[in-house]
């Protein structure tokens, strides 16, 4: 397994245990950044080292694989990814207006006259 994918899961393994740390009324939904790392290494039977396992309430010996599993039951029945700026809180106001706006033109050339 490539030392990179092993760094990227490890870093997601830490930010899993944080948002597990949050009361689950006021944690986020799981992050969309989770999905590639827990989908590249599905079928990973490389072992996961110990720290990490317990990162993700598995037993020592857990392979790769087996904290993917983990990591895609969080992400499972999400219809909606949170925004970056939002990870790790809940966002308690419902003014969408700074997030929805619409894409604007780089120049001024497409507003007529």
């Known amino acids: 397994m490539h030392p990179a994918a092993k760094l990227q899961f490890a870093r997601i393994a830490d930010e899993f245990a944080r948002w ?3 009361p689950e009324a006021e944690r986020p939904p799981a992050p969309a950044w ?3 790392p827990a989908f590249e290494m599905r079928d990973a039977a490389e072992l996961l080292p110990s720290a990490l396992s317990r ?3 598995l037993p020592d010996g857990a392979s790769f694989a087996e904290g993917t599993r983990v990591l895609r039951r969080t992400l499972a029945g999400q219809t909606t990814p949170p925004w970056p700026y939002d990870f790790s809180r809940k966002v308690a106001s419902t003014d969408s207006d700074v997030r929805d706006l ?3 033109p780089s120049d001024d050339s497409a507003f007529p006259p």
């Open 55 to 57: 990162q993700l309430r």
């Open 34 to 36: 989770w999905w590639g």
């Open 102 to 104: 619409p894409v604007q």
């Open 20 to 22: 597990r740390a949050i």
